[in-house]
């Protein structure tokens, strides 16, 4: 059983909820952890167990980071939104920085999500 990290911008939670319920069957084997909205929204949308931290721009970022460096994560899905300006970008690159550093593997869009699911 993996430890799945699971973020998303605003503007990219109903695609990371879809995604999600697309592959309910395969998250519900592993151990799911998001940010405060976020994690809320998977389990109404597709009644998925996800471990709820901090809202992202509260300090969930800055959790699922710490997981990150502490080995309690085993890989990150983040969906990102490129085309918004986001006022907590620090809190973004500070969490890519860390998945990078510690060589968890990462996904930023629908894709490689498929291929990290794949690979768990």
Do not use: C
């Not at 998303?8 to 395969?26: E, G, N, P, Q, S």
């Not at 151990?31 to 969930?60: M, N, Q």
């Amino acid at each position: 059983m993996a430890r799945i990290g699971l973020v998303a911008h605003d503007d990219k939670k109903d695609d990371l909820v879809a995604w999600a319920a697309k592959h309910r069957h395969k998250l519900g084997e592993h151990e799911l952890w998001g940010t405060g909205t976020t994690g809320g929204r998977i389990t109404e949308g597709t009644g998925l167990k996800v471990t709820r931290l901090l809202s992202g721009p509260l300090g969930g970022d800055a959790q699922i980071g710490a997981m990150i460096a502490e080995g309690r994560l085993d890989a990150l899905i983040f969906f990102q939104d490129p085309l918004t300006a986001l006022p907590h970008d620090v809190d973004v690159k500070a969490l890519t920085r860390l998945a990078t550093l510690y060589n968890t593997p990462l996904a930023i869009n629908h894709a490689t999500a498929d291929a990290v699911l794949a690979a768990l």
